[in-house]
């Protein structure tokens, strides 16, 4: 079962966005330096899709794209989710942070508009950095991953 810590509202996650990022907890990843380290605990409420209408609800229209944040403990219950939202929420885009080199099998691209991939390394820095191990992946019509990376790198 998916659990959430917190929700944030984000600007510089995904491109153009403001996003509601919701925190889940028991991250896998564990990365050295993370800047969410409380993530690596079970902990939390349960995320259900009662619980995201509420959030969303209480943004009021705020909101352009809900972002899950804190790796990929469960990516098929990640992608129940934005299969859900992608259905009732045609107008929020959907983000995901995996924390892993790869995306999951396991998951229907079609159900997000933009993923993260990638662990924080430290000495490679984030995605502003040029070094940067991550990617930041814009999903296309036709399920292609389109590397948009560079639009985050500051010079």
């Excluded at 028991?26 to 969410?36: A, D, E, L, Q, T």
């Excluded at 159900?111 to 662990?119: A, E, L, M, S």
């Excluded at 390394?121 to 191990?133: A, C, P, W, Y």
């Amino acid at each position: 079962m998916l659990k959430y810590v917190d929700t944030d509202i984000v600007f510089q996650e995904f491109p153009d966005e403001v996003t509601l990022a919701i925190n889940l907890s028991n991250c896998p990843c564990r990365c050295p330096g993370c800047h969410s380290p409380y993530l690596w605990k079970d902990i939390g409420e349960p995320l259900t899709t009662k619980t995201i209408e509420t959030m969303i609800e209480n943004e009021h229209g705020r909101i352009t794209c809900i972002g899950f944040m804190g790796g990929d403990a469960a990516p098929e219950a990640i992608d129940a989710l934005a299969k859900y939202l992608r259905n009732k929420h045609q107008e929020l885009k959907i983000g995901w942070y995996t924390g892993r080199t790869t995306v999951s099998s396991k998951i229907n691209l079609s159900n997000f508009d933009y993923i993260k991939v990638g662990p924080y390394i430290k000495h490679l820095g984030g995605l502003t950095s040029k070094r940067t191990n991550q990617k930041m992946y814009k999903i296309g019509s036709a399920n292609q991953m389109e590397d948009i990376t560079p639009m985050f790198w500051r010079t």
